[in-house]
C-alpha cells in the first residue's frame, strides 16, 4: 500500500452477523487495501453497543443512533438520555444513523413519529457537537425540510444518498456532505455519477455500508470495507481525476467531519 493511497470507509456495520466469524481478516483485508479507518453505525441501542465494542479495534470509531425502522426502540421518554450517555464513549464520531425512511414505512402516523425521533436525535448532536450520519429513503422532502429547521449549526452527511442533483445542491449549500457507495458503480446508477461529478470536492463521502450493496465484482456477496476503494474507483472515473486524489479529498473530508485526524482520537 502506498501512503498516500488511504481511504476512509466512513459507514459500515460490521457487528452484523455474516462478520462473526472472520472480522479479524475483514479488517486485515481492509488494512491492506489501504482503508485504514472504519466506521461503523448503530440503528438502535444494541447495535449501537455493539459499534462501540468494535472500536476495540484500532482504526475503528462508532456513531450511535437510532434508525427510521427501529424507532420502538425510542419508545422510553429518556432514550435521547440514554442515547447521549452512549455518545460520551471518547471513539463515538457522530449521532447515526438516524433519518426517515418511507420506503418501509407507509402509515402516516408511524412517519410522523420517525419524524419525531429524528428530531430529538438532532438534538442529542447539536448537546454533544456531534455531527450526524442521516439515512433518507424515499423521504427526500420531508429529510430536507427537517434538516433546514431542525438541524441549524449542525453537520453531517447524507449516507447513501439516493436524492436528485437539486437536492445535493440544497445539501452542499447547508454545508453537510453526500456519502457514495455500491449504488454509484451499479448498471442502473441513475444520477448518481453526475451528482458525484458537480459535488463540490469538500462534499464528498465514500462508503461501502456493509455486509450490504456490494460493488462489483462482487454484487450480490457480502460486502466489506475493503471494497470502499472500488467506490473510489468509480468517484476518480466519473471525476477525471486520479485515484490518489479521490483517497486525498474524500479521506480529509471524513476527518474533518468525524474529527479523526490522523493520530487517531
Ligand atoms: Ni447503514
Known amino acids: 500500500m502506498e501512503i498516500n493511497k488511504k481511504f476512509v470507509d466512513t459507514h459500515c456495520h460490521l457487528d452484523d452477523e455474516q462478520f462473526t466469524e472472520d472480522l479479524t481478516e475483514v479488517i486485515e483485508r481492509a488494512n491492506l487495501a489501504g482503508v485504514t479507518r472504519i466506521i461503523n453505525f448503530g440503528a438502535d441501542f444494541k447495535t449501537s453497543n455493539n459499534a462501540i465494542n468494535l472500536t476495540q479495534n484500532e482504526g475503528l470509531f462508532a456513531g450511535v443512533g437510532i434508525h427510521p425502522e427501529e424507532i420502538d ?50 438534538d442529542v448532536a447539536r448537546q454533544l457537537n456531534l455531527p450526524v450520519c442521516v439515512h433518507d429513503r ?47 458503480t451499479f448498471k442502473n446508477a441513475a444520477k448518481l455519477p453526475e451528482i458525484v461529478k458537480a459535488a463540490p470536492s469538500n462534499m464528498l463521502l465514500i462508503e461501502t455500508d456493509a455486509p450490504y450493496m456490494a460493488p462489483p465484482p462482487y454484487r450480490g456477496k457480502r460486502n466489506e470495507p475493503a471494497y470502499v476503494v472500488e467506490i473510489a474507483k468509480k ?21 474533518s467531519l468525524y474529527n479523526i485526524g490522523q493520530g487517531g482520537r
Open 235 to 255: 468517484v476518480a472515473e466519473v471525476r477525471e481525476v486520479t485515484l490518489e486524489e479521490v483517497a486525498r479529498i474524500t479521506t480529509q473530508n471524513a476527518e
Open 73 to 122: 426502540d425510542a419508545a422510553d421518554e429518556d432514550f435521547a438520555d440514554r442515547l447521549a450517555e452512549l455518545a460520551q464513549n471518547n471513539k463515538v464520531v457522530a449521532i447515526g444513523e438516524i433519518g426517515l425512511d418511507y420506503y418501509w414505512e407507509k402509515d402516516i402516523q408511524r412517519r410522523e413519529l420517525q419524524q419525531k425521533i429524528f428530531i430529538e436525535q438532532l
Open 138 to 184: 424515499e423521504a427526500h422532502g420531508d429529510t430536507l425540510k427537517i434538516l433546514k429547521a431542525e438541524a441549524k449549526g449542525l453537520r453531517g452527511v447524507l449516507h447513501c444518498f439516493s436524492g436528485s442533483l437539486e437536492m445535493a445542491k440544497e445539501v452542499w449549500k447547508m454545508g453537510w456532505l453526500i456519502g457514495v457507495d455500491g449504488p454509484l
